[in-house]
């Protein structure tokens, strides 16, 4: 076993702006291809679809936390981000052999889409971008997610905790962190149950609930 002294770690290459900038967008068009490519795979919403009707796990967060030095504006923007992607998610119907996919089903988070400046984390820093906030749905599904028949195939966690122990319901490994498109939630239905996703918000919660058309073992 290598003594933990003689371990070399190397820094992180300093990249230009425009560097960054265009190996983030090779990295996006390279996922888009990915999902063009296998389209067929992925699941459909259908909020008519009623066929799931056991309940396997549900769970809620709150809405609005206060944090020190950052602006309450980007919490209450954040619930705006939610709900336009809640509209994109809410009544996923994954079916046998079907992928589910946070960002292959919301999109690109942009003004011209209505999305505002939310929190966000980036190499371990506070800051806030268009689209900021969605982590926290990220969070509640990965967690209903766990407690299921259903099989994560790409999870990113979180750098640090932004919310030290201020009402925490789970712990903090068990987040996932999201960037379009590329840092995702994905997983794949290898059962012979179909499984619904139900998400929606009130004033205080994000809710959500997980759905199968078998009972739960």
């Given at each position: 076993?290598?003594?933990?002294?003689?371990?070399?770690?190397?820094?992180?290459?300093?990249?230009?702006?425009?560097?960054?900038?265009?190996?983030?967008?090779?990295?996006?068009?390279?996922?888009?291809?990915?999902?063009?490519?296998?389209?067929?795979?992925?699941?459909?919403?259908?909020?008519?679809?009623?066929?799931?009707?056991?309940?396997?796990?549900?769970?809620?967060?709150?809405?609005?936390?206060?944090?020190?030095?950052?602006?309450?504006?980007?919490?209450?923007?954040?619930?705006?981000?939610?709900?336009?992607?809640?509209?994109?998610?809410?009544?996923?119907?994954?079916?046998?052999?079907?992928?589910?996919?946070?960002?292959?089903?919301?999109?690109?988070?942009?003004?011209?889409?209505?999305?505002?400046?939310?929190?966000?984390?980036?190499?371990?820093?506070?800051?806030?971008?268009?689209?900021?906030?969605?982590?926290?749905?990220?969070?509640?599904i990965y967690w209903i997610v766990l407690h299921s028949d259903l099989t994560i195939i790409e999870r990113w966690r979180h750098s640090f905790d932004?919310?030290?122990?201020?009402?925490?319901?789970?712990?903090?490994?068990?987040?996932?962190?999201?960037?379009?498109?590329?840092?995702?939630?994905?997983?794949?239905?290898?059962?012979?149950?179909?499984?619904?996703?139900?998400?929606?918000?009130?004033?205080?919660?994000?809710?959500?609930?997980?759905?199968?058309?078998?009972?739960?073992?």
């Amino acid at each position: 076993m290598e003594n933990m002294q003689d371990i070399i770690i190397d820094k992180p290459i300093k990249r230009s702006k425009l560097r960054l900038k265009l190996g983030k967008e090779y990295f996006i068009l390279k996922r888009k291809f990915d999902w063009w490519r296998h389209r067929n795979a992925y699941c459909t919403v259908d909020i008519n679809n009623n066929t799931c009707c056991y309940s396997h796990k549900k769970h809620q967060s709150v809405l609005l936390r206060q944090l020190k030095d950052v602006d309450m504006y980007l919490q209450y923007n954040k619930i705006t981000n939610l709900r336009l992607a809640i509209e994109k998610l809410n009544g996923s119907i994954i079916k046998p052999n079907q992928r589910f996919s946070i960002w292959q089903k919301v999109g690109r988070p942009s003004k011209k889409r209505g999305f505002l400046e939310g929190l966000s984390l980036h190499n371990g820093q506070i800051g806030k971008d268009i689209g900021g906030g969605l982590c926290q749905l990220g969070n509640l599904i990965y967690w209903i997610v766990l407690h299921s028949d259903l099989t994560i195939i790409e999870r990113w966690r979180h750098s640090f905790d932004v919310f030290p122990d201020i009402n925490r319901t789970i712990p903090f490994a068990c987040g996932a962190t999201l960037s379009y498109n590329y840092v995702d939630l994905q997983l794949i239905n290898k059962t012979n149950s179909t499984y619904r996703l139900n998400l929606w918000l009130d004033d205080q919660y994000l809710h959500g609930e997980l759905l199968a058309d078998t009972p739960l073992k």
